[in-house]
């Protein structure tokens, strides 16, 4: 069965870094969308990506992120100027489309660690 | 906000045991998912449930929707080891973008 694969697992960083998340969502899904889960917490919606924009985004997506699809295959999230409360599991989904019948698909997540 | 909070935070129980977690949210819907979450792992889609339906069944999951105490619960019957893991509910309004809440972790004794 397809599946959304993130790189790396896991990411180790300075603070004040930038580090770059990426995934490669399921091929014919058309909707991207990044999430984070702070330890213990609960999973928080970071932003959505459609044809090649930003669909919709949360308070947390501030300038310090950004979003690209590179290439017809790979989506990243950067995240710039990395502070200790950016440590988190980041999880990228796909879906085929938005609505009852695209459910999201996710990744396995990379956990971030800022020092 | 619209996210759901699930209840309780933490179960454990014995396999062969029914465990239900349920989750509560405050704004109007479009539908309500649940999705689990192994040990390390992305979450998975379990279930959606529409806003009009009070129902639904999928094998040993049952799930059920109050709105008009803004409600939901999640039923696994005869649990198994297997099932250890967290159970997320995930609100929708307009956009469809799932809002996730704290989640139930399950531990199934075998």
């Known amino acids: 069965e397809p599946e959304v694969t993130q790189t790396p697992s896991h990411q180790v960083t300075q603070m004040g870094q930038e580090v770059i998340l990426r995934c490669v969502p399921i091929?014919?899904?058309?909707?991207f969308y990044w999430y984070r889960q702070i330890l213990g917490q609960k999973v928080e919606f970071l932003v959505s990506?459609?044809?090649?924009?930003?669909?919709?985004k949360s308070e947390i997506f501030d300038d310090q992120f950004s979003v690209e699809r590179p290439d017809g295959s790979n989506f990243t999230l950067k995240i710039r100027s990395t502070k200790l409360e950016d440590s988190a599991m980041y999880f990228c989904?796909?879906?085929?489309?938005?609505?009852?019948?695209?459910?999201?698909?996710f990744g396995n997540g990379t956990r971030l660690t800022v020092t | 906000s619209q996210q759901g909070e699930e209840d309780p935070q933490a179960l454990s129980i014995q396999e062969g045991e029914n465990a239900t977690m349920n989750c509560s949210y405050k704004?109007?819907?479009?539908?309500l998912q649940w999705y689990r979450q192994n040990s390390g792992r992305g979450l998975v889609h379990l279930i959606l449930?529409?806003?009009?339906?009070r129902e639904k069944h999928s094998g040993r999951l049952r799930v059920t929707l109050d709105t008009s105490k803004k409600s939901s619960s999640l039923l696994i019957t005869a649990s198994r080891a297997a099932d250890t893991a967290s159970y997320f509910c995930?609100?929708?309004?307009?956009?469809?973008?799932?809002?996730f809440g704290r989640g139930t972790s399950l531990i199934v004794h075998p």
């Open positions: 989904a796909s879906s085929r489309g938005q609505g009852e019948n695209s459910p999201l698909h």
């Open positions: 091929s014919n899904h058309l909707y």
């Open positions: 990506f459609y044809n090649n924009e930003i669909s919709e």
């Open positions: 704004t109007s819907i479009n539908n």
């Open positions: 449930i529409r806003s009009n339906e």
């Open positions: 995930a609100t929708s309004r307009g956009s469809y973008i799932p809002t």
